[in-house]
């Protein structure tokens, strides 16, 4: 029998494509379009399925049988730079309406990822509650690529919970590799950087040569390619400075070569959606103390 997995939000599929092979999607749950369109590209096999999990249903669920359930819910509740409502904010509601809908499915296994800000919260502890209560076993880890080495700087809180084995944490497998390994051939002129807004926001951006085999990029946010502060890196390139183009950011996550965008989807769009996708390369590790992923 296949492994099966339920995806709530799914994003544009970060997690069937880092287990595929090893997972069977059962279905993909998200409320956005544009990422479900990116997804259903991608996995024209999985069902793929609009639903504001806010408003799920037990009747919902119980159309997807699965062994795990896997979540990737918003962030912006316990994020660094936003105001940290947690349970109060109205964009943690769909994870809290997940958590209650839990104890009827309590799938065998469950797993997710954040961001760090996330193990501080009362979200968290209300998780660590539900489980504890029906008999999980848990795992937490804060992982970021670079300690795999990936140059990527992308810290990520993750739990792994089940009702069977839990295995120890293995050794990590580390990735030899350098920055310039990600970055497309030829990159495209829209993403050079106005020399306007080069020259006056200069000091606070993170400019990397693409040629430092010790460089690395750091975390890029959903914001990417419409804030120019505090939402990714920056290239040296020809004189001036260049934006990452989405495929090299899913590149630098772990997706494929030719993983693909609807032709029709507007550059910043895709700047959105990979921003925020998942490291698979993290996700792969993370997974590894479930006997299926092991």
């Avoid at 804030?227 to 001036?240: E, R």
């Amino acid at each position: 029998m296949s492994f099966r997995v339920l995806e709530l939000f799914c994003g544009i599929g970060g997690f069937g494509t880092a287990t595929a092979g090893r997972a069977e999607i059962s279905a993909a749950l998200d409320q956005s379009l544009a990422a479900l369109s990116v997804y259903r590209l991608n996995h024209p096999t999985v069902q793929a399925v609009c639903l504001n999990l806010e408003s799920a249903s037990p009747a919902d669920l119980q159309l997807f049988s699965a062994d795990m359930w896997w979540m990737s819910p918003p962030c912006q509740p316990y994020t660094v730079r936003g105001k940290q409502r947690d349970i109060q904010d109205p964009r943690g509601s769909s994870f809290l309406k997940i958590l209650a809908l839990l104890p009827d499915f309590c799938p065998s296994h469950l797993a997710m990822e954040n961001v760090p800000g996330f193990q501080f919260s009362q979200a968290r502890q209300r998780l660590l509650e539900i489980l504890t209560f029906h008999g999980y076993r848990v795992h937490e880890r804060l992982l970021c690529p670079t300690e795999l080495g990936i140059p990527n700087r992308r810290p990520r809180y993750y739990l792994v919970a089940t009702r069977d084995k839990l295995l120890d944490p293995p050794s990590p497998r580390f990735h030899s590799c350098r920055l310039s390994d990600f970055l497309d051939a030829h990159p495209s002129a829209e993403l050079v950087l106005d020399a306007s807004a080069a020259a006056s926001f200069s000091r606070g951006f993170r400019k990397i040569d693409p040629g430092d085999p010790q460089a690395y990029a750091t975390c890029f946010t959903s914001g990417y390619g419409k804030s120019l502060m505090h939402s990714g890196s920056y290239l040296h390139w020809q004189g001036g400075l260049r934006r990452f183009s989405p495929e090299e950011i899913l590149r630098l996550l772990g997706f494929p070569r030719g993983y693909r965008w609807p032709d029709d989807m507007p550059l910043r769009k895709r700047w959105h959606l990979a921003g925020n996708s998942l490291s698979l390369c993290a996700l792969r590790e993370v997974l590894r103390v479930i006997p299926p992923f092991e």
